[in-house]
């Protein structure tokens, strides 16, 4: 399978390229900086505002770990809709890795409309929920957003085990929206592998 990450020298990129190699697949990093680098793999030196269709068209998966930074969350926006503008009606599967935000406490209330968004985080959870409202109203090319639960921790062990939970915040039986970043890529691989088109999947340990 070809497969290319959007920002495989991140904190969940540079996982999900070192568990995909393991499983005998060669990703192509795009990156902004190949010198940060630590492996021999082929690269996309670029920034996801510069990808041009003919960068990413022999691709089966385009994998997005692109995140905004704190200070231009507007960049969460800008980037999906350019992934949109050079994805429609071709071919490359996208597969998205959201917020928790999008993802509803209930019935009817998302994540990101309630008190337990710390303040300092409005804004970014607010861009990414727009951002996905324009990826939600794409039908002509196939993509998969994945939402991590409320709390993801980089250093938190691995365990092996991860629930996915549709549009809905998953609570693990502890009262806890948790998982450690390693379960997250585990449950993220195995969409990559088992996709479910035009669709959110939140997923929790």
């Known amino acids: 399978m070809n497969i290319g990450i959007i920002g495989a020298t991140g904190k969940l990129g540079g996982i999900l390229l070192e568990k995909l190699q393991i499983k005998g697949e060669v990703p192509t990093a795009i990156i902004r900086n190949k010198s940060k680098l630590s492996v021999d793999i082929p690269v996309i030196e670029k920034s996801i505002f510069d990808l041009t269709y003919d960068d990413v068209k022999d691709f089966d998966i385009i994998v997005n770990t692109f995140n905004a930074p704190l200070d231009n969350p507007e960049q969460f926006i800008t980037s999906t809709e350019h992934l949109i503008n050079i994805l429609k009606e071709n071919k490359p599967r996208l597969v998205f890795a959201g917020g928790a935000g999008i993802l509803f406490v209930d019935d009817h209330t998302m ?57 809905k915040l998953g609570i693990n039986e502890d009262g806890k929206s948790f998982i450690s970043y390693q379960d997250y890529a585990d449950a993220f691989i195995e969409k990559i592998y088992h996709p479910e088109n035009h669709s959110i999947v939140g997923i929790f340990s």
Not at 111 to 128: G, M, Q, R, S
Not at 144 to 155: F, I
Not at 158 to 167: E, I, P, Q, V
């Open 111 to 167: 994540l990101v409309d309630t008190p337990e968004v710390p303040i300092e985080f409005k804004p970014i959870a607010e861009a990414e929920v727009k951002a996905f409202k324009k990826l939600k109203k794409e039908k002509s090319f196939d993509w998969t957003y994945l939402a991590p639960p409320a709390l993801m921790e980089y250093d938190a062990p691995h365990t092996g085990k991860y629930h996915f939970s549709g549009n």
